[in-house]
């Protein structure tokens, strides 16, 4: 009798150690964003009209069609005149990228934001437990991250991680690497990098599906502070909720639609073929079905099932009128920071998601301001609707991003309290929304509509003279 009480009591004692461990970890496993900063270069790396027409004119392998076909491209592609370059394409160096050129690009992002996010934040490096960075496109040895490390003077013991080729989406895989770390328990502190190398991978060709990219692309960044300790839940901005990643990269179609390579005469460039958009459809597609159970209340999920059952019953005369895309994602989400990837990547997910105006705004200003700086756009998104005071307390903020592989990853965030930090908004924010958005650059270089190839060679040639 007296063992059969010890056993229970021993058993007892057991079952309340496992749920006092699993409630230890269900609380240290949470992910609060402390704070963020995005990186504004300096003004002499502004990309205006005049700046674009010339980097373009340099380009002496481009034909009228290709002109035609760049102008149609920047008229549509919603971006600016306040958008930043690297040193080395503004000075008309794009042809022969060296690596100081490179390692420059990096060091003005990296040298102004690291600081201004640990000075914001009263943070000191020492404190740093976990360091994450990821530029896709330039991978030097020592490490970018190993950079960062020596120039703050971090503890030896950080953990470092340096990610690299994993496209516009790889914030959001960074924070999920840290936030899979934070699953272990301990309290830890983690710094996460985001931003894109320009400098060494401009195309100097004339492959269309390569000259997108330049048209597009914009040097950015951000840093941010990622922490599990419940002590500073306080001062987090955001809650992370959950966070989805889906790869379609198996699909030999879906891996090749953006890829960096050479074209017919051996310049490297990254390729955009026409099957992107049915890429991202596919990825875009199965990311929400594994989103929407995390993020919808029931009955909006219980009217999705419904809808489901009877398209299966009646066959709309539609094909593309889905039942995921009469999901109402406005009832679990009030705010969606869109990949800036371009106007008609806005257009697309606004139109897939029943997004309204006010809706895609944020992201249509951000491409407009900063360009696609390929995966920090979400967090200038970010900072947008803060700037606008958008963010309350309670309000879930949605991301979705895309990337090369092929990549979509979102993730749904809890803001924390009422926001209102403009950052890098601040000097600019009173003029969005413009009245409109469009580009001077037709009214500029109009005339290349106008031009047959006879006027155009002669064009050509007589500038040749001249030089």
Avoid at 221 to 246: D, E, H, I, Q, Y
Avoid at 250 to 276: M, P, W
Avoid at 325 to 347: E, M, P, Q, W, Y
Wanted: include cysteine.
């Amino acid at each position: 009798m007296e063992f059969l009480a010890t056993l229970t009591t021993l058993l007892l004692l057991f079952s309340l150690l496992l749920i006092c461990k699993y409630y230890y970890l269900k609380i240290h496993s949470h992910c609060y964003l402390i704070d963020y900063v995005c990186f504004k270069p300096a003004s002499d790396r502004r990309i205006t009209t005049q700046t674009s027409g010339e980097i373009i004119e340099r380009n002496k392998t481009l034909g009228l069609s290709e002109y035609k076909f760049l102008l149609k491209v920047i008229v549509n592609s919603g971006i600016g005149e306040e958008t930043y370059g690297p040193r080395n394409i503004i000075e008309g160096r794009e042809d022969s990228p060296t690596f100081d050129d490179a390692m420059l690009e990096m060091d003005e992002f990296l040298n102004v934001s690291v600081g201004d996010l640990f000075a914001k934040t009263k943070i000191s490096p020492s404190d740093v437990d976990v360091l994450v960075l990821n530029i896709s496109m330039f991978s030097p040895a020592p490490s970018l991250s190993s950079r960062i490390l020596q120039r703050h003077k971090m503890r030896e013991d950080v953990k470092t991680y340096n990610l690299s080729g994993m496209g516009c989406s790889a914030s959001l895989i960074s924070v999920d690497l840290v936030r899979n770390i934070f699953k272990s328990g301990k309290k830890t502190l983690a710094l996460v990098v985001t931003s894109e190398s320009i400098s060494p991978n401009w195309y100097s060709g004339n492959d269309k599906s390569m000259m997108l990219g330049n048209c597009l692309f914009r040097s950015g960044g951000c840093v941010m502070l990622l922490t599990n300790n419940p002590s500073m839940r306080a001062r987090a901005k955001m809650r992370l909720k959950c966070l989805v990643r889906t790869h379609i990269g198996g699909n030999d179609d879906a891996y090749n639609c953006a890829i960096q390579k050479e074209d017919g005469v051996g310049r490297v460039g990254f390729h955009l073929s026409k099957g992107l958009p049915k890429a991202a459809v596919r990825a875009f597609a199965e990311n929400l079905q594994h989103l929407a159970p995390k993020i919808l209340p029931y009955r909006e999920l219980a009217l999705y099932t419904y809808r489901s059952i009877k398209q299966l019953i009646v066959k709309p005369k539609d094909a593309s009128n889905s039942a995921m895309a009469r999901i109402n994602f406005k009832s679990g989400v009030d705010h969606f920071c869109l990949h800036t990837g371009g106007s008609a990547v806005i257009d697309a997910v606004g139109r897939a998601l029943g997004l309204s105006k006010y809706d895609v705004e944020p992201a249509r200003m951000t491409l407009h301001r900063w360009g696609n700086t390929s995966a920090s756009s979400l967090w200038y998104v970010l900072g947008y609707m803060e700037a606008k005071r958008r963010l309350r307390k309670g309000d879930r903020v949605l991301m979705i991003s895309f990337g090369a592989g092929f990549k979509c990853n979102s993730c749904l965030w809890e803001v924390s309290a009422d926001l209102r930090d403009a950052d890098v908004w601040e000097d600019c924010i009173k003029n969005y929304p413009p009245q409109t958005l469009v580009n001077p650059y037709l009214e500029k270089y109009g005339w290349v509509n106008e031009d047959t190839e006879e006027t155009f060679n002669r064009a050509q040639r007589m500038e040749t003279l001249r030089r």
